[in-house]
């Protein structure tokens, strides 16, 4: 997609009041003063976008790739999250998932995004580590803003969310590690969408 048509897309749409359904992403700027919506009946698509993950750093990189998987599956399992889609994208990670708790949510996307940035910056845990030196700490941030998530309603929501999951899984396995700099993939929640919001 043109650049030039997403800055004046965004220029264009930037008068329009997010969705109550969405929360995250570029659109929350400072601290939130309203909460997350979230529900324990419908699905929820989850994205996570890293402004670092490419090249040897990418999340589709071999030395990653399996690990992420691992890891989010297993924390999903811990915290009673059933995941209907993941897509990793190598600069971005869709999910659609379900949860059981809003607690239980909480830890498992902050267990989540920590575990992966370590694995990816090869960053180990602890004060002593975080103490050698706290500005190269705050500079090899992994994650944009914070993640993006969108309530999905099942019927046809969820069926075209699907599609576009099954899209994004194809494009994957096609371009490999480094499928985000060939395509130059718009992501929902954090980049302006021209498509329908229910494809995306």
Known sequence: MDYGVLVRNKRQLSFLKPSLKEFGGARLKGNPKEKRPLSLKSALHLVLKSKRAFGAQ?????PHARQI???????AATCGVKIYHLVNVGNHLHLVIRIQDRRLYRVFIRSVSGLIAR????????????Q???????KSSFWVARPFT???????????LSKY???NRSQTERFGARVSEKLGHVVPGFDIQISSPNTA
Do not use: F
């Open 150 to 160: 969108r309530l999905v309603s099942w019927g046809r929501d969820y069926k075209n």
């Open 119 to 130: 694995q990816v910056l090869r960053k180990q845990r602890g004060p002593e580590r975080l």
């Open 69 to 75: 998987d691992q890891t989010i599956r297993k924390q």
């Open 165 to 167: 999951m099954q899209k």
């Open 58 to 62: 990418s999340m589709l990189a071999k």
């Open 132 to 138: 050698e030196n706290q500005k190269e700490v705050r």
